[in-house]
């Protein structure tokens, strides 16, 4: 099995979301975080004294799936997510050796379904 | 005796009025999202600050032709009996004007422009408001004097459900029509989608202090402690319970329309409160509540009228049965104390509304020719806090 | 001259009272859970206004044998002198009786139900409450009369440590009980748990909120600005920071006890405020707020009464001590005021005591027993706010 | 007629300033990081509470020369016709008194200690502040006699631009110097450093309260209802507008600047506002505004003092510009009442800034000396909170 | 050494907690996530507009520890877990190359003891 | 590719960042964690009633990256966030097996750049 983490913009986690959903991926986590890269902070004022904003709100979505699944999955964040600005974010896909179901006590391709 | 008795009477009253302008401010800042609580609170601060301006140098002397600009010692405020009465009348009578901009900004939020939303402010309190006031509260132009001669008694508005709420959630129908609903308000097939409240402890706080202020503003009405009156005060507490039970019943217990349902009932007992019975009060709240719930429905869903904070069906809505229901219950038939016309109540609504509904339309497409009333979408997206003030409302936050 | 000055003067302190119910909304937003935040806000708002209508409908005339049913100009309002005082007086002691519901919702909150709490109210609004209140505030039952015959002196509460607040928080002994702890309160031996508080600021708001309007509670008890004491002021003051100091010693700095304190020696005031010297209402507020600490705990830790504001010891305990210490401090021996009789104070005292437990178990077990008191487990553990109200109290938070 | 008018109208005014004090904390727990913010709540409240028993067992004798330790009946409370007076007028006075701590608190928080700070606030209000308040408002010492007689009148200060804000405001630089500025606020070269604000809305809302409660401060400075001016309303009208709108433009349009910029103009229009032209009023409140943006950068970037809420320069700052300009536009020249003299006025005002600078080094360093007046680094890097009292502003965050 | 992540629900996180330190398992860290599966976000009403909430509060709870150690764990979070609701969670088991302790440099099997 | 995490105390993340900035790294991620470990929490005190926080706010840090530059990142970390005090935190290292752009669908190291 592979985990697959997004890091997309927030405003576009409800059209990921329902992309998903069309394909049939019904399980994700999501997490808010922040992120630094091309895409820069931006400069605030308070009380005449400017700070930057180094890290911009991102959300980060993980999703544990089969290994035949990554590709379409990959290729649905791309479209639901993209924006074509910068910022728009990247997919990381990792290894998962070993998935549980704790309600069940199931294992791996059981687990996920 | 001297007038010190009613200068505190009127200074209590526009302190309280004037807290009543924090609570428009928090319950804006409640309702509209979190990347848009510190331009509310900003906004409803210098739209006061604003209305202060127009309103003495302008609006006061449209309204009742006095103005201040005389040496103190002219302004009959030092070694006459007065105590400089006519001055805190002015302060008094300010917190009301000012108050138009306050509603219209519970419609307009979250992605009106700063200054031009000023500009509009300006010409409101400065003309639009101030001429029907005058016309109503100074007799100015006979049209009083008319419809006591037509119909047997003036235009009865004793608080302001129409002079100050009706106008102000008219005026506003226009503003929210013109500025266009918020980006994601409604779907590709114009169905509504539900933009959340940030937070709705701001909300209910921004609902007490409206009600608390409440009082002031509908017994201070009096204008002189002698004229107080009891009647005035129950009536607004029991229209004002009528207004929250009946929301939170045809509301389903939503915090948003219970709170508001409250404000609703004080909207629409301003006109009649010194002349209707206390149930006849309770009648005229339980009505502006359930008005409410159903109303905001409807400017939302059938008129899709991005109107955020619900301030057509709350001022316009409730004051305008305000102005009408006065024409009720005001009657010694259903226990009024009568000396009050069903059809002058009428006239008298339906000419502020009118005014109002023009008067929006004119000034915010005006405004909007001349200068954009409108964020950028990049700002709106954003958010105006970090648009139009360059800081986000828990700056701690975006830096840990 | 008419007696407009009495209804300005009743109005401000009927709003004031008005302003100590948000006080208590924020008290008790800030103490429960996150998820329970909505709920109290609500439920404190429509308490308020079913008090209303419970009093006026009934309670009122319990108390008092007072009525508005008749139309407007059988009410004295216009065209005599009174200015309507008898209704704006309605509104101020309404203010009073609906501080019964705010003072329960304080321990019943996280896990009550919304309309058997609802019926609660009510029952205690119209009946219980009047039933002592005229008892002791218009002499009803001839219950002063034996008292003043037998020891020289009528029961002295003048603005209510005995007739609202010990009612108040004594009767929540019984709901309290009758309700149960929270799921997750006590351990499986017995022993206590922490749940912890959602928003100290919320907390301090409504604690501040209350100090100040509590200023209105007492002082305006007078009735009429002719009989306004300095005194009730100046003594409210000292026990107020008699009672937050003796608080923040002996509760070791904690937030919630210092804010709470305060509170603890305005409750305990109310009685002897216009007969005690000020050092003895220094006094009486520091015995309160030590007294609150440790009555906190024991009512927490030892009674197991989930209590979750400590409602019980803040009001019931400092109101019980308020009666008794009005007997002692009033006296001229301890530089008050006299004419005011120790065992009148304690018999007094016990009584309300005793009709508010006896009545707080009663009606409790009585809604209980007819509607269920208490939400479903899955209900409490969701939490209010979406059991009962559909959102949470940041909407905005959970879908972004 | 009997004096339970005055009392009413005390009453209202001291509950009024009370409740300035719930803005304070509001102001400050807003403008800290939430780690300080319980501590910025309890650190003002504690603080009224020692001020009340400093200013009623020595403070107030210092000033007035009045005393309470007399029994009840000699209080002049009881049938005689002063209902009590001195008492609420004494509550009032404190009000005023308890606002020194309050003040400096918010150039001192985050990082003072908590019992130094006490003995701090306890000095100060037993001594200091009541030494010139005596001389100015109670003519202590001939200074105000030797005034009138050189320079044709006394030094005029309505209701406390000197005696009240500046001298909190210059006694808050002292404090801030001896304490030293927060770690991280300056940089390896003696850069500035963002520390930013936890939560603008809590900022609002104390600034909105102040607001509201400063028309206490400032009308019922009259001290009876019959000298009651409706000038002094609508001066302190004006120049809150001035404060607020100037501060708005010249601090770009953000939300601290903005809200402290309308308590600016309050600030500084204090000592004039009895006698100065709404116009004048104005112009007062556009300098205070301004100045306060400009200083507050000038504090902060080149005098390197870490005043957090910077009340240096809103109370400090605007408070000497009140004293001046009262003697500029309090001339009948510039349409004022005239009966004032600017040299008075200068000489008034450097005298109350002479006695706050000098008792601001001389209390805290004192105070360092002996116990110490700044948290360990430890304690302010986790926090005043959890350091001070063992508990963080949001509990049930921490452990869910 | 291994990774193991474990998306549980909040209220169960003390019990979890406590039976791990039991286990001699120390060291974890935990996050407030949001999660999307079989058990479906609940519907609210705000101001008489229905709208669904999609993911519902979960706490991500992250332990790295030896090869040997996951299946003890695995087993323990499954018991501490369950509460046999759709919705318990998952556990995914991952591997990890390599570990540093900060404060001292020390690597691997010293950095997690 | 590989993945670094670090988890370190939230007041130094501002030097880590000006660290890994000066090495060149410019794409990382953020997020609030609670860690438990060697460093206790702490005891608080309500109304009288004590309770443990037993998990002390951490700052996650997540970095994507060359194999190549593991080796300095886990270096400049370690300095830029050592206090020398226990809970400085922990480093872990993973592997990653894709990384994709989601604006331009670039894949790896083209997408790290
Ligand atoms: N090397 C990296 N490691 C971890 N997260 C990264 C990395 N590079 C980018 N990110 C995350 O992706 C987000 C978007 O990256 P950015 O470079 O701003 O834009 P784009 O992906 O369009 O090139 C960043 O805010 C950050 O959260
Ligand atoms: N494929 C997945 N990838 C990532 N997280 C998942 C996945 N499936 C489930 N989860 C997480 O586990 C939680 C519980 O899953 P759910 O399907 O609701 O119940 P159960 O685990 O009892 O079958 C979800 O809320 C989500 O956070
Ligand atoms: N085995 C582990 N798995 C996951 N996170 C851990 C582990 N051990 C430690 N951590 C994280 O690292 C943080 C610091 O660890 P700690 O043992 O307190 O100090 P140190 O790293 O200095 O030995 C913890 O708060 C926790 O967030």
């Known amino acids: ?113 | 005796m001297n007038q010190g008795i009613d200068v505190f009477f009127l200074t209590m009253g526009a302190a309280m009025v004037l807290a009543m302008h924090a609570g428009f401010a928090f319950l804006e800042a409640g309702t509209v999202r979190k990347k848009n609580q510190v331009n509310a609170l900003v906004r409803v601060l210098t739209d006061f600050g604003f209305s202060t301006l127009a309103y003495f140098f302008i609006g006061f002397y449209v309204a009742y032709g006095i103005h201040f600009f005389m040496p103190v010692d002219q302004l009959l405020v030092l070694g006459d009996n007065s105590n400089g009465y006519e001055l805190v009348h002015f302060f008094f009578l300010l917190t009301f004007a000012a108050a138009i901009p306050a509603i219209i900004s519970g419609g307009v939020t979250e992605r009106i422009s700063f200054w031009p939303n000023v500009v509009a402010t300006v010409l409101l309190v400065a003309l639009i408001y101030p001429l029907f006031e005058g016309m109503i509260w100074n007799a100015n132009f006979g049209f009083q004097t008319w419809l006591e001669g037509s119909f047997g008694a003036a235009f009865h508005d004793f608080a302001g459900s129409v002079v100050v709420h009706a106008m102000g959630g008219l005026l506003a129908l226009g503003a929210v029509y013109v500025l266009g609903a918020r980006k994601g308000r409604y779907g590709k097939n114009g169905q509504i989608k539900a933009i959340l409240p940030s937070n709705i402890p701001y909300l209910a706080l921004g609902s007490w202090v409206l009600c608390v202020g409440w009082f002031g503003f509908n017994v201070m009405s009096a204008a002189t402690a002698e004229a107080a009156s009891g009647l005035v005060a129950i009536n607004s507490l029991m229209a004002m319970v009528g207004g929250l039970l009946a929301a939170l019943v045809f509301g389903k217990n939503d915090p948003g329309f219970v709170h508001n349902g409250a404000l609703a009932g004080l909207v629409a007992i301003c006109a009649g409160s010194d002349i209707v019975h206390p149930m006849g009060a309770l009648a005229i709240g339980i009505v502006a509540g359930a008005g409410f719930v159903i109303g905001f429905q409807f400017v939302q869903k059938k008129m899709k009228l991005d109107d955020v904070l619900g301030v057509i069906p709350l001022h316009g809505g409730a004051g305008v049965w305000g102005g009408i229901s006065a024409g009720i219950f005001g009657q010694a038939a259903f226990g009024g104390a009568g000396g009050v016309s069903f059809i002058s109540q009428c006239i008298g609504t339906a000419t502020g509304a009118l005014i109002a509904l023009a008067g929006g339309f004119i000034v915010y497409t005006l405004v909007d020719r001349m200068m954009g009333l409108r964020l950028s979408e990049e700002q709106e997206y954003d958010g105006a806090d970090i648009s139009v003030h360059h800081i986000s409302a828990y700056p701690e936050d975006d830096v840990t």
Chains 1, 5, 6 share one sequence.
């Open chain 1, 1 to 113: 099995m592979k985990k697959i983490t997004a890091i997309i913009k927030p405003f576009k986690l409800d059209d990921v979301k329902d992309a998903l959903l069309d394909l049939g991926i019904n399980g994700m986590t999501i997490c808010e975080v922040r992120g630094h890269g091309r895409q820069k902070g931006h400069i605030e004022l308070y009380r005449g004294a400017e700070y930057t904003v180094d890290f911009v709100p991102k959300t980060e979505l993980s999703i544990v799936l089969e290994n035949d699944q990554v590709e379409a999955v990959v290729d649905v964040i791309i479209n639901a997510a993209r924006s074509n600005k910068v910022g728009d974010g990247k997919i990381f896909v990792q290894d998962i050796e070993r998935v549980v179901r704790i309600r069940t006590g199931e294992e791996d391709t059981d687990a996920l379904n």
